[in-house]
């Protein structure tokens, strides 16, 4: 697959992530998009490296879209441990 389509499924599975896991953020939007397309990064390099199964073949392809969803909710889950509450609630 090339990079356009690594972003764009880094879009979408942020988008999943971020409704999968509702809640606020402390990124926002772009904050959530980045992280989506980050997480299909690391989703899909983790998957290669650790699952032998390497998921640049096919955009379609499941597996693809698992460890895509999958990297950005970890991404997710970590981002808003370590800066979920470094606002001030009032």
Known sequence: MSVVAWVVLGLVAGAIAKVLMPGRDPG?????????????????????RFFDRPVDQDFYDPATWVSAIGGALVLLIVYRVFFGHSRERG
């Open 28 to 48: 926002g939007l772009i904050g959530t998009t980045v992280i989506g397309v980050i997480g299909a990064f690391l989703g899909g390099w983790l998957s290669a």
